[in-house]
């Protein structure tokens, strides 16, 4: 689905500030992929080139990110670089970015940013039927219909972010990006949202990439498991492995920094019985 080769990703037009150094990654159809690392380790930038959002100042100097997809119109194949995938936003793939009160445009309700995000062919039929057609699918999420109306301070964090992932999933994209999607929400909400999540690639079998630099959240969820560290991808592999069996010390590290309760790591796989 998604090829990264040797892509060295930063910031500025006049000098350059590198953020991510000659990182390859293959992302594959149906898998939750996880991208770990401490704050400036690259995640986050990784992640915004793969959307092929430049509109920050972001670019890649070397390398290339390519992407692979079959149209759920007409099953053709779609095959384009970074520089056009905002041409498959919201179709192919969406992004959930950290931050629900600074995402959500604070001045419009709910509902006009729900339909704001959509595409035109998303569009269709009149406004009682879409609004009727989100309402449902915000149901799925324990959203109220009257959450449509609310403006986003009048919502709480958990709402917004739930909001926020359903935005990215109504047009059943191949894949979801999400930035840190659970930060500074506390660990009941943290977890619905994570079981939300799951339930979602489980249902329309795309994938999802989570970024987090809590390797909890990781454990939680995903099957496969990247790390990084100053930019570079220092260990990858499934998961489970890298949490038995940590090949680099930073992995080792972080997974040595996990809490623990009678010696046993304190989380648990979302969705398995503890």
């Given amino acids: 689905m998604i090829t990264i080769d040797k892509v060295t990703v930063g910031y500025g037009t006049a000098g350059f500030i590198k ?3 000659g990182v390859s990654l293959s992302i594959g159809d149906n898998e939750i992929v996880g991208i770990a ?11 915004r080139a793969v959307y092929g959002d430049f509109s920050t100042g972001l670019r890649i100097k070397d390398g290339t990110i390519t992407g692979r997809f079959v149209d759920q119109k007409n099953g053709q194949v779609i095959e384009a670089p970074s520089s056009r995938f905002h041409r498959l936003w919201w179709d192919q793939m969406s992004y959930i970015p950290q931050g629900s009160m600074s995402v959500l445009n604070p001045l419009m309700k709910i509902e006009a940013q729900v339909v704001d995000g959509l595409p035109k062919r998303e569009r269709g039929g009149s406004r009682a039927d879409l609004r009727r057609r989100i ?12 959450v449509l109306d609310a403006y ?3 919502l709480s964090g958990g709402m917004r972010q739930r909001v926020l992932v359903a935005i990215a999933a109504f047009v059943n994209p191949r894949l979801i990006l999400a ?3 659970t930060t500074a929400l506390d660990v009941v909400v943290q977890k619905k949202i994570l079981l939300m999540m799951v339930e979602i690639q489980r249902r329309l079998r795309n994938t ?7 390797l909890g959240v990781h454990y939680q969820i995903t099957d496969r498991l990247v790390i990084m560290y100053k930019g570079q ?4 592999g499934p998961t489970a492995e890298i949490f038995a069996n940590p090949q680099h010390d930073y ?4 997974i040595a920094a996990l809490p623990r309760l009678h010696g046993k790591r304190s989380v648990d796989r979302v969705g398995e019985a503890p």
């Fill in 233 to 236: 991808i220092v260990e990858t």
């Fill in 179 to 181: 930035d840190e999607p």
């Fill in 19 to 21: 953020a991510v150094d």
């Fill in 152 to 154: 986003p301070h009048q």
């Fill in 208 to 214: 999802l990439v989570l970024v987090s630099h809590d």
């Fill in 251 to 254: 992995t080792r590290n972080l």
């Fill in 135 to 146: 309402a449902d699918f915000l149901a799925g999420f324990g959203l109220e219909e009257t």
């Fill in 37 to 47: 690392g401490e704050t400036g380790s690259g995640k986050s930038t990784l992640m």
